[in-house]
């Protein structure tokens, strides 16, 4: 299937009548789905000393021309791909991804490769995972179709011939071996090797270099989380340090979390004094309000009193009689006399002038009330 162009890509629509996901159709460039079965294996690739082989049929290897164009005979191009495995990563998945992916029709064969003497000297026979783990990891890759226990380090055409391998699939990177430089040039000459290209970033040596310069990490929390001091081959005085620099990050983490505590409350009470400190100065501006409109120049308070003012004023000044009212007769009201007296005094000459020509007063029961 031609994977679909850009262009086929960029002009989709969505469409409401479709059959497809969000109203799409088969001619919107969607490639078809494929069927859950065919997205993995149900059991892990078998060994090689499980799988018959028809030996009755010569061995005739086809050649890479024929492998590309599709190979005549009626089976798959057989390659090989070995390797130690140690702590499977993807680097070693992609590098089998390749392996498979190299013709049309690939029956992948990987060998388990032992760590012998035959390996050059950087390894000395060390890996971190057994040969049981590394066997297991490389079954359950879904690209190898059958794995070979116990595989040489350097391939033999009697071995090639007892499993019939057409291609060698390895990168080109040479690799030495007791007596020689490279492990495959054999098999270059021979027109098998197929090269594959190495994942940049990530190998076993990576991972180890990791763990090694993080070593007190890995220790400290392996520690904690049961291994004994013995199963991590760490030294009495070491475990004592580990232990202690634990309490002391514990200490520090704690610290940290009341840090951060204590920041989060200053800051809600900030929030807190600055809504406070709005709603104070709404209000403080709303009492003022309210003052000056009740005390103010202008304010009611003053209009209040003016009003009493003059209802007492009003109240206090006399209201004048009108003109057309009739007058009411009076009785004569008694000659006003001074208490005590109930005589008139002796009038005497000189009295008796004087009394002549002062003026008699009547006061009125009204006007005495």
């Known amino acids: 299937m031609e994977p679909p162009t850009s262009s086929r890509l960029n002009s989709r629509k969505r469409r409401k009548d479709g059959s497809g996901p969000n109203g799409a159709t088969e001619l919107d460039g969607i490639p078809p789905k494929m069927s859950r079965r065919s997205l993995g294996l149900r059991e892990p690739a078998p060994f090689s000393d499980e799988v018959e082989i028809d030996y009755s049929k010569p061995y005739i290897r086809v050649t890479y021309e024929e492998a590309m164009r599709g190979t005549p005979l009626d089976r798959p191009v057989r390659v090989y791909a070995d390797g130690i495995f140690d702590l499977f990563h993807s680097g070693h998945a992609r590098a089998l991804m390749q392996a498979k992916n190299l013709f049309p029709n690939t ?28 066997y297991d990891a490389v079954q359950h890759c879904r690209y190898v179709d059958e794995v070979v226990r116990n595989a040489p380090w350097t391939l033999t055409p009697e071995f090639l011939a007892e499993h019939r391998i057409d291609f060698v699939a390895h990168d080109d990177i040479p690799y030495s071996s007791a007596g020689s430089d490279d492990v495959y040039k054999h098999i270059k000459e021979a027109g098998m090797f197929a090269p594959t290209q190495r994942t940049e970033g990530i190998s076993t040596s990576d991972i180890i270099t990791r763990i090694v310069r993080d070593y007190d990490v890995y220790a400290r929390r392996n520690l904690q989380r ?26 520090k983490k704690r610290v940290k979390d009341v840090e951060e505590k204590s920041k989060e409350f200053v800051q809600k009470v900030e929030e807190k004094s600055i809504d406070l400190i709005q709603k104070w100065e709404e209000k403080s501006r709303e009492f003022i309000g309210n003052f000056l409109e009740m005390f103010g120049p202008e304010g009611a308070l003053k209009h209040m ?25 009076r009785s004569p009201s008694p000659s006003f006399r001074w208490p005590f007296s109930t005589k008139t005094p002796p009038s005497s000459p000189a009295n008796r002038s004087r009394n002549e020509s002062a003026v008699t007063y009547d006061i009125s029961e009204d006007e005495e009330d």
């Open 305 to 329: 009193l003016k009003e009493g003012k003059g209802r007492m004023l009003q109240a206090i000044s006399p209201k004048q009689s009108p003109s057309s009212s009739p007058t009411h007769d």
């Open 226 to 251: 049961g291994y004994t001091a013995k199963e991590l081959n760490v030294s009495f005085i070491n475990e004592k340090k580990y232990h202690l620099q634990e309490r002391v990050d514990k200490v």
């Open 107 to 134: 029956y992948l064969i990987v060998g388990g490769t032992v760590c012998s003497d035959e390996l050059t000297h950087n390894f000395k026979g060390f890996t971190v995972m057994n040969e049981n783990e590394r």
